[in-house]
């Protein structure tokens, strides 16, 4: 199995940047679905993006399409999450997720390791 661990979060103004990080260990990274969730304060989790086992096919949330990218490097067992005009909604606990399925699905269900989350929180 793998263990997943989240950094690069913190406090941005709208309309400003991050890049969140996810390094898998113990596992072999390459051969899991990975992708990216969130959860905001009473809010329930909710997808943000997703990218294929190798040959980097992806697709994203409506909410975040054209201003988040994900990417991965197999070679560092590492998951990237760029965010790029961050909105006070962004605001959420990041998290991401491993999963065996091939096909790219939102579903928090088919996801089998998770990360512990990194804090984003955007200001106004």
């Known amino acids: 199995q793998v263990q997943l661990v989240e950094s690069g979060g913190g406090l941005v103004q709208a309309g400003g940047s991050l890049r969140l990080s996810c390094e898998g260990s113990g596992g072999a990274f390459g051969s899991y679905t990975m992708a990216w969730f969130r959860q905001a304060p009473g809010k329930e989790r909710e997808f943000v993006a997703v990218?294929?086992?190798?040959?980097?096919?992806?697709y994203y949330a409506d909410s975040v399409k054209g201003r988040f990218t994900i990417s991965r490097d197999n070679a560092k067992n590492t998951l990237y999450l760029q965010m790029n005009n961050l909105k006070p909604e962004d605001t959420a606990v990041y998290y991401c997720a491993a999963g065996y399925q091939p096909k790219l699905v939102r579903s928090t269900t088919a996801y089998n390791y998770w990360g512990q989350g990194t804090q984003v929180t955007v200001s106004s």
């Open positions: 990218i294929s086992r190798s040959l980097g096919n992806t």
